[in-house]
């Protein structure tokens, strides 16, 4: 069934150009025009700032001693260590968690800590801190109870901790509430008298820079360090969808190359795997290939797996740990896909274009995949939508979101309808007793209907900047190659062409891609059109205005760069 949302023509956002900007830019830096243009859509007019952008360097990393408790932080583990007590670290099931896990473990027993580490099983003990796991790091004889990518919201479990006589260290990335845990150091950078400038980090960035800090204070290089820890802080970091911009970035340009020479042996095992061993790696390879592997086991099977894998050093277990991944991110997809297409109809048969809030759920849907149909379900239909699963008498969920329409608030202001939630502005987690459902469904209806409009709802299209056809020429791709790596708050750049002719257009196997021949302005010009393959058709030898972004092209051992158009429109007047 096709709707009237999938019709519906995008919104372009093009921001006008600011030639004095770019021409600073050009002059200072000595850049091409087309990545001064980016650079000023972008926010980078200080000639200062974008300089530090375009080449960023591990010196660029903040200091660590900023981190809220970094120094108990730090006293109680190197106490730990010089008493030998043991460290228990608790990492979370998902890939930001498990990388984090396996960092501070890596980390902790190189400087001589005994560390017994853990991570989740999502059905067993379900999301955080369970009260199973503080008692078994107490009959681990564990001292310390070191959190990672967790703990901020565990008041009772870090009081149980304590009751145990175990030492706390919370560290999280997680938002704050209005009290912190009674631990003995909670390591976040987004609490409110946090000094950190960049509180925009992961739990595994979180766990990298702390250790930063342990190296230096320990007099060991911290270069060397990095160079030894990146490779999980880029997994954690991109995976978990951080904005890579500031330390991010500096995580992503250098972790990527650690990554793809890692000595690791589970890396190199789930690089292969992913057959990308070797490979020159991108955030979409982290994104689309590793951190998926990751996160199945996760989401239907057991994150231990995961963690396994990142600490063995045997070759034949990594290779059987990595087939297991493999296999389970196989079964995880096509789970996924029907448990999408039945969400998909049950969203159509209820009436979307009258709604403002999603609420789905079904007994059928594996618990570890009901985010990712919310986020399905918002990509195809542009509403917040809640979709949850049925275990006993409770409903558990997870939600994804739209610009304007922030989930924790929205749980926030449903306290009384639920058991419990939390999470972000955009992801978030919640159950509720299953005979409240249509009840809770109605309430987030009327809740968003309050303030959200179809203006919310219309999908837009946001491009850096319009240009001329002969700022996209052969050079153009080396012209924006340093502003990767793209990924989550610096995407792939994308333009505006005016008056484009649409010369050729030749079919493909797959009817929505077809080839392009574009006449413009500056000649012509070879290009792919992915997914609206019967408009462009409609367009033959008629002119348009089109978005676009530029790639390199491989083929039989020849270069080229070609325009992969996103979507095309009349001409504007």
């Known amino acids: 069934m096709t709707t009237a949302l999938a019709m519906e023509v995008p919104l372009w956002i093009v921001p006008p150009r600011d030639p004095a900007a770019e021409g600073r830019l050009q002059s200072e830096l000595g850049i091409p025009s087309l990545l001064a243009a980016i650079l000023v859509a972008r926010g980078f007019t200080d000639p200062a700032e974008a300089d530090r952008f375009l080449h960023p360097s591990l010196d660029h990393f903040h200091d660590p001693s900023l981190l809220p408790d970094y120094e108990a932080a730090v006293g109680e583990i190197l106490g730990a260590r010089e008493r030998g007590e043991t460290i228990y670290v608790h990492g979370d099931y998902d890939a930001d968690g498990v990388t984090s896990a396996a960092l501070f473990t890596r980390f902790l027993k190189r400087i001589g800590c005994e560390v017994v580490p853990h991570v989740p099983h999502r059905l067993r003990e379900g999301y955080g801190i369970h009260m199973d796991a503080v008692g078994w790091a107490h009959e681990k004889g564990a001292k310390l109870f070191l959190t990672c990518d967790c703990g901020v919201a565990a008041h009772e479990q870090v009081r149980a901790a304590r009751d145990f006589c175990m030492r706390v260290v919370v560290t999280d990335h997680h938002q704050v509430g209005d009290t912190l845990p009674d631990a003995q150091a909670v390591v976040n950078p987004h609490r409110r008298d946090s000094r950190y400038p960049w509180p925009e980090i992961s739990g595994v960035g979180v766990a990298l820079k702390l250790c930063a800090g342990i190296t230096r204070d320990l007099k060991f290089p911290v270069e060397k360090f990095y160079r030894a820890y990146?490779?999980?802080?880029?997994?954690?970091?991109?995976?978990?969808?951080?904005?890579?911009?500031?330390?991010?970035?500096?995580?992503?340009?250098?972790?990527?190359?650690?990554?793809r020479q890692s000595k690791k042996t589970g890396v190199r095992a789930l690089l292969r795997v992913s057959e990308l061993a070797d490979q020159e790696l991108t955030a979409r390879h982290i994104g689309f290939q590793l951190g998926p592997r990751i996160n199945a086991v996760g989401r239907i099977d057991d994150s231990a797996i995961a963690l396994d894998l990142l600490l063995t050093e045997d070759v034949q277990e990594a290779a059987r740990l990595a087939r297991i991944m493999d296999q389970t991110n196989t079964e995880r997809r096509l789970e996924q896909e029907r448990c999408i297409e039945e969400a998909v109809l049950m969203v159509e048969e209820m009436g979307v274009e009258s709604r403002h809030v999603i609420y789905v759920a079904d007994p059928t849907w594996h618990s570890g995949l009901?985010?990712?149909?919310?986020?399905?379900?918002?990509?195809?239909?542009?509403?917040?939508?809640?979709?949850?699963?049925?275990?006993?008498?409770?409903?558990?969920?997870?939600?994804?979101?739209?610009?304007?329409?922030?989930?924790?608030?929205?749980?926030?202001?449903?306290?009384?309808?639920?058991?419990?939630?939390?999470?972000?502005?955009?992801?978030?987690?919640?159950?509720?007793?299953v005979s409240r459902q249509e009840e809770f469904a109605a309430a987030l209806e009327a809740y968003g209907a309050g303030f959200l409009t179809a203006e919310h709802f219309?999908?837009?299209?946001?491009?850096?900047?319009?240009?001329?056809?002969k700022e996209a020429g052969a050079k153009a791709f080396e012209a924006v190659r340093p502003l990767m790596p793209f990924g989550t708050a610096n995407p792939e750049p994308s333009f505006v062409c005016r008056r484009v002719r649409f010369q050729e257009v030749t079919a493909t196997r797959k009817p929505e891609h077809v080839r392009v021949k574009l006449q413009t302005t500056d000649g012509l010009r070879q290009a792919m059109a992915f997914h609206i393959g019967e408009r462009a058709t409609q367009k033959h030898g008629c002119d348009a205005d089109i978005v676009f972004h530029i790639e390199e092209n491989k083929y039989n051992g020849r270069t080229s760069v070609r325009w992969k158009i996103c979507d095309l429109q009349d001409c504007a007047d």
């Open 230 to 259: 990146l490779d999980l802080a880029v997994l954690g970091t991109v995976a978990d969808v951080m904005p890579l911009l500031d330390e991010n970035r500096v995580i992503a340009r250098f972790g990527l190359d650690e990554l």
């Open 370 to 433: 009901v985010g990712l149909i919310a986020g399905r379900l918002v990509e195809r239909f542009r509403r917040p939508a809640f979709a949850a699963t049925i275990v006993g008498e409770v409903a558990k969920g997870s939600a994804r979101s739209i610009d304007g329409f922030h989930l924790k608030e929205a749980l926030d202001a449903h306290r009384s309808h639920i058991l419990g939630g939390g999470g972000h502005a955009m992801a978030a987690g919640f159950s509720l007793d």
């Open 458 to 469: 219309r999908r837009k299209l946001v491009a850096d900047c319009e240009i001329d056809p």
